[in-house]
């Protein structure tokens, strides 16, 4: 496999602050929202607390909550994609699966309704469940793969069975 088309991917902290940038903001814009209604309007700290609560349990939470199930599920894993051999390869500390294109009995895409909407921090956090003939599962999250809706169906040249939810955790 060496000197043919390869592509590997593992997390990095670039697509992880890319993945939480919209969390950062909004979260800055609530603060700087309290804190303005407080000394102009003289919001009473009860009334910004329970605003910021809703917001902490509708947004941040179910952020912090799937970033860090993404983060443990690839942690310290690396995925590579050989695509002239047809053959892929998941490493995470000793275990190693490799299979081949033809072994892949399904590809599962699971994405976030609000996906773009910009509504929610955790639209963007979505993976791909590729499913063996022997029952194996791989799970590839967007904290590997940048922008893994267009690469990875691409460079498997297969299109996945594609699932929505509201918050897409892992199972």
Known sequence: MIGEKSFRYEISLKQQLLLLGHLFFTTLFWIGFGVYNYYVYRWHWET?????????????????????????????????????????????????????????????????????????????????KIIFKDKTEMVITCLMINDIEHTLEMLLGMKAEKRASILNLLE
């Open 48 to 128: 910004y607390r329970t605003i910021f609560l809703f917001f902490f349990f509708i947004d941040i939470l179910p952020t912090i909550i799937l970033h860090l199930q993404y983060l443990i599920k690839n942690w310290r894993a690396t995925f590579f994609i050989f695509t002239e051999a047809k053959h892929l390869e998941y490493r995470k500390g000793c275990t190693v699966l490799s299979y081949s294109f033809e072994d892949i009995d399904s590809l599962q895409y699971f994405y976030n309704l609000g996906k773009g909407s910009g509504w929610n921090s955790f639209g963007e956090y979505r993976f791909y």
